[in-house]
Structures are given as C-alpha cells and as structure tokens.
C-alpha cells in the first residue's frame, strides 16, 4: 500500500511537473506575421504558445528561460528532406504510390538532432524522384528521442512525390543498359513521363467510378462485391478528393507548364513545385494554378536541367504572388537554412521578414499545417529557436529548441556532454580493441572490411 502510494504521488508531481507553464522572456521575438516584439515574452501552456508581447505575467511555478536580448523565431520548417527513411526510392516501377516513407521512419537517425541542433523543427519526408510518380510523404517533427510514430506531425494532411525530367526518364541507367540486352525501364524521355503520369490518373479515374458504383448499388440495397483493392491506386484517388497533397520535382519551365495541365485536366491540385529552378520563368502560371514553389536558394548549373536557375528565383516567384519556400534536400544544408533564407535579401531585396517567412510559415502555409506552426501567435504550437543573434546573421547560432513547448536542443547541455560522450566512447573501443582477434572476426558483419 505504501509503495503504491509513493508512486500515486510520483506520478501526481510528474504531471504537474510537465503541465508546469513556460517563460521565455527578454528576448527579440520575430513572429514572422506579426511583426517584431523586442524585449518580448513568450508564455508556454500545455505545449502551446499562450501569450505573446512586451509585458506577460509570470504564473506562479512556471520554468523561466531568461533569454537576455537573444532572438527567438518560429521553427524552422523544410518542405523538402529525405533524412530519417531508411530508404526513399522504389526505383523497380514507374509509379510506386504504393509505398511510402511512413513505414520506413528512422527515429535513431543522428540527422534528426543535427537538424534541431540547426533550428529546424518540422520536416516533409519525401520519396525520391525515380519514378514519375513516387512514394507517399509523411511530415514529421523532430521529436529526437521517441519512436517512429511519434515523430510523424499530428493531423498533418499526406503527400505524394512525383518527378520530371532526368531522374523519372532515367537517361543515365538506359543508357548504361544499351548493349547489355536488359531491357530498360520505361520511361526514357521526358514525353513519356507525362504519359506515365496521365495513364495513372485514367486508371485512378476508372477505379474512383467502380467504387462509387459500388456504393451506390449497396445504398440501393443491391447485392454487389466491392472491386478489388488497388494500393497503387487507392493514393491517386486521395489525390482527385483532394485528401492527398501532389510534391512534385521539378526543374524545367516546359515541365512545370505540362504538369499544370495534366492537373487541370484531371481536377487536382500542384501543392508544390520542388525545386522549380525555372520557376520564374512561369511564375505568373504557377500562380495561376495555386500551386507553391519550394525551391534551393542559390543552386545553378550543377546539371543541364538546372543550367538556367538564377539565385533570383524565389524573389522573383515571391513576386509575381507564388507562395515560395526554400528547401533543403540534404541532411546537412539542412541544419543552415537560415543563412539560405538570407540570400533572398541579397538576391532579390526580400524584406527580412519575407526571408524568414520562406522558412517557416510559407512552408507551413504549403503544407497545410499552418494554423499550428509557422509564425509565434497564441494557439499554435510552441515550436521555438532562440538565437544568440539574429537568425539572418551568419554569425548566429542555435541556443535552444523547444517542440511542443519542450526542449529537445540545449547548447550548454549538449556541450556539457561532450566529455561523458567521449569517454563512453573510448571505452567501448578499448572494450572492443580488448577481444580475441577471433571474436573480433566473428562480430564484424558479412562482407565487412576488417583492420588489417
């Protein structure tokens, strides 16, 4: 009886502990939205950001971050990353919407705590551009430290990746196929992966109107079996409904006009364009259309396809009224996405506010999750960076990183851990380094390459 008492009141001091408000104060708040509060306060309820301005009341018990003129701005949010998958690409078919990134999370991917160590919070986890339609996407928060289905973000509407131009047509695998007899993969050109997209979507079409026959002989009362399960398919409905956001990979302007149509044309949406280095060529259709643009900041003449990018894209697309996004494709330009957002500034004469909006509610705002995260306004979630200067600065650095109004990134604790890390780690060497050669033999895996 005692025991059970002591961990009734264990478990009554945890959950007051956690529900325990948070202070951020003293600190230049960029809201994004709502301008700049200096000498600002933040207070945290329940994950949530409750208040936000020059004076908040400090409740009674609430944990206090004295952030001492730093700056804190939203999260930061990329809408295009392939970290934490063990694998992005079902590159054996054309069109593999029956797979996705959500079975394949790696919550023990040190990238995950790079990118919070960087600012970054939320992350679209997409499928690789192999195949003309890919994968299914899944949003996650870098919750580091939990499981794989705890990383996924709540409520987040799925995607799907689709891709133009070289990586789909696969010029650089037919072309090593050529004399071998294998037979290559179709498609191989770029007009064939317009064909592949549109031949989807007229199977989907076909699918979508046998199980509305379905259910509506079954509302009838009539004897009928169900068609047959497509996963293939099943996405690409979700996608005519609406339920499915399209990401699409892009480079080309006569690409990105082709996908536009084929989108009007079967009643469906572009969410974005990823990448869309042309995109400011046609940037008034891309606005026409709704779609967003997500794009690299200053990436040019890397490939043919990105032959003519500028690093005037996204102000130019920003613009001409395209919801713009910079992106990072890459576990490690990740953790720096806001000195990428500062090249806007130089490369366009972006305000300092629309720089930071391409990182953070822009990105939100094309991935629909933007009544939760993006900007800091009461009711979202208290997903935060505090900066020891301003994020826009090449010289700033990441102090802090709050999700859900909890720290995952601390600067001073992950320092203070270096030595204990280091030590750990040596010891497990000599541990190993302390083994018979045999079992040393033994325990290095098939086809390893073992110290000479």
């Not at 264990?10 to 104060?25: E, H, R, S, Y």
């Not at 206090?64 to 990329?78: K, N």
């Not at 572009?270 to 606005?287: D, F, P, S």
């Not at 090249?343 to 305000?351: E, F, N, P, S, V």
């Amino acid at each position: 009886m005692i025991l059970k008492m002591l961990f009734s009141n264990a478990v009554a001091l945890a959950c007051a502990l956690a529900a325990a408000p948070t202070v951020i104060q003293n600190a230049t708040v960029l809201t994004v939205t709502k301008g700049t509060v200096k000498n600002g306060s933040i207070l945290i309820r329940d994950g949530k950001i409750a208040e936000v301005g020059e004076k908040v009341v400090i409740p009674a018990g609430a944990k206090v971050i004295e952030a001492g003129g730093q700056f804190v701005m939203p999260g930061i949010i990329d809408c295009h990353s392939h970290i934490a998958a063990e694998s992005i690409n079902e590159g054996s078919v054309s069109v593999s919407s029956m797979v996705g990134i959500e079975d394949v999370l790696n919550s023990e991917d040190i990238s995950i705590y790079r990118a919070l160590a960087g600012g970054v919070t939320t992350a679209n986890i997409l499928h690789g551009s192999a195949n003309a339609i890919g994968g299914k996407c899944t949003v996650i928060k870098m919750r580091w430290g939990k499981n794989a289905q705890e990383l996924i973000f709540e409520g987040s509407t799925p995607g799907i990746k689709f891709a133009l131009g070289e990586n789909p047509k696969r010029s650089g695998a037919v072309a090593n196929m050529l004399g071998t007899g294998r037979t290559a993969r179709y498609p191989a050109t770029r007009m064939g992966v317009e064909d592949v997209i549109r031949e989807a979507f007229l199977e989907a079409k076909q699918y979508q109107a046998s199980w509305r026959e379905y259910r509506e002989k079954m509302a009838r009362g009539e004897d009928a079996l169900p068609p047959r399960r497509d996963l293939k398919l099943d996405p690409l409905v979700e996608v005519l409904v609406g339920k499915r956001f399209v990401h699409a990979h892009c480079y080309r302007a006569d690409e990105i006009l082709m996908l536009l149509r084929v989108a009007d044309e079967f009643g469906f949406k572009i969410r974005t364009l990823q990448h869309v280095l042309e995109g400011y060529k046609v940037a008034k259709e891309i606005a026409a259309h709704g779609a967003g643009a997500s794009t690299f900041s200053d990436w040019w003449a890397y490939k043919m396809e990105a032959y003519d990018a500028i690093p005037f894209n996204a102000a130019i697309m920003v613009r001409k009224g395209v919801v713009v996004s910079l992106n990072s494709d890459d576990a490690e330009l990740m953790r720096r996405l806001n000195t990428e957002a500062a090249k806007t500034m130089k490369y366009g004469g972006l305000t300092e506010d629309e720089a930071l909006a391409l990182i953070t509610i822009n990105p939100a705002k094309q991935l629909a999750i933007d009544s939760r995260v993006g900007s800091i306004e009461p009711g979202k979630d208290a997903d935060l960076v505090v900066f020891d200067k301003h994020p826009l600065s090449n010289y700033a650095k990441v102090q802090k990183v709050l999700i859900d109004g909890d720290t995952y990134f601390d600067r001073d604790t992950d320092a203070g851990e270096h030595a204990q890390k280091d030590a750990r780690k040596k010891a497990l060497l000599d541990k190993e380094k302390a083994k018979p050669k045999e079992d040393q033999k033994k325990a290095a895996p098939s086809g390893a390459r073992r110290p000479s």
